[in-house]
């Protein structure tokens, strides 16, 4: 199944609050078509900006030190459950 229309109508969904308080500040300031264009894009533009400082945060603290507990975590269960089995290692199926 293609992911791309269910992705695009969670999109336009998502849109719906900042269509209504753009309406609502274009109705309390003085009603004209621009203005509600004006707080639409500033609403969109700010929750891109957002955003994209969201995503640096996330990649630098994976960077930084997600990647690094999640490998102490991974080697600390792989060793709680003696993995690799000697046995394993010497079949001749990881030979190449």
């Given at each position: 199944?293609?992911?791309?229309?269910p992705?695009?109508?969670?999109?336009?969904?998502?849109?719906?609050?900042?269509?209504?308080?753009s309406?609502?500040y274009?109705?309390?300031?003085?009603?004209?078509?621009?203005?509600?264009w004006?707080a639409?894009?500033?609403l969109?533009?700010?929750?891109l900006f957002?955003s994209?400082?969201?995503?640096i945060g996330?990649?630098?603290?994976?960077r930084?030190?997600?990647?690094k507990?999640?490998?102490?975590?991974?080697?600390?269960?792989?060793?709680t459950?003696k993995?690799?089995n000697?046995?394993i290692?010497t079949?001749?199926?990881?030979?190449?």
């Amino acid at each position: 199944m293609n992911k791309t229309k269910p992705q695009l109508i969670t999109a336009g969904f998502s849109l719906v609050p900042y269509l209504l308080v753009s309406w609502g500040y274009a109705e309390l300031t003085d009603g004209r078509t621009e203005t509600f264009w004006t707080a639409f894009g500033v609403l969109v533009g700010l929750r891109l900006f957002f955003s994209v400082i969201e995503t640096i945060g996330s990649v630098l603290s994976w960077r930084l030190y997600g990647r690094k507990l999640m490998v102490q975590k991974m080697l600390e269960a792989l060793r709680t459950n003696k993995f690799p089995n000697a046995s394993i290692l010497t079949t001749t199926y990881w030979a190449i």
